[in-house]
């Protein structure tokens, strides 16, 4: 690994701390019933939520079998007609998203942890206690550091 790699992998890990930190503290069952009553198609609900929980259009349309277009369509429409009904937060919560897509892509985020444990680690929740949460994250950042620093002991050792 190279150190521009890991360069961008830190300055990735830290736009993605700071989109979750920037979230509103909602759950996705708060959200789901907002969209419920502005929403009328079930589709565009999931897509909505999905959306929420992975900020990737292709991921969601993987996973509702769907075309990448389809979701895109949806999602801006979505948003418009949540602005139009007074949803303001949610409205705001999906600019964010929009103006982000694919912050959740890739690494860890993807990997291992839940996008709800994720924005409770950022956001000092996890477990009822910031302490915990902020420990935990600063673990899993250590831990990315250090498998960079390895990875970069090894391409310097191949190179020589």
Not at 35 to 61: F, G, H, N, R
Not at 108 to 123: E, I
């Amino acid at each position: 690994m190279t150190q521009p790699t890991v360069c961008y992998r830190l300055q990735r890990a830290s736009a993605r701390i700071k989109f979750l930190v920037e979230l509103p503290d909602l759950t996705i069952e708060q959200i789901q019933n907002d969209l419920e009553e502005v929403l009328v198609d079930p589709l565009d609900v999931k897509i909505m939520v999905q959306m929420y929980q992975t900020t990737c259009q292709s991921e969601v349309a993987k996973n509702l079998s769907v075309s990448q277009g389809l979701v895109r369509h949806r999602f801006i429409r979505s948003i418009k007609r949540l602005g139009f009904d007074g949803y303001d937060e949610l409205v705001a919560v999906y600019k964010k998203i929009s103006e982000n897509l694919n912050i959740l892509s890739g690494g860890y985020f993807r990997g291992g942890l839940t996008f709800r444990v994720c924005r409770q680690l950022a956001c000092g929740t996890h477990h009822g206690s910031s302490r915990i949460g902020f420990d935990r994250l600063r673990f899993v950042i250590w831990r990315e550091l250090l498998h960079a620093r390895s990875g970069l002991r090894g391409a310097e050792s191949r190179h020589r």
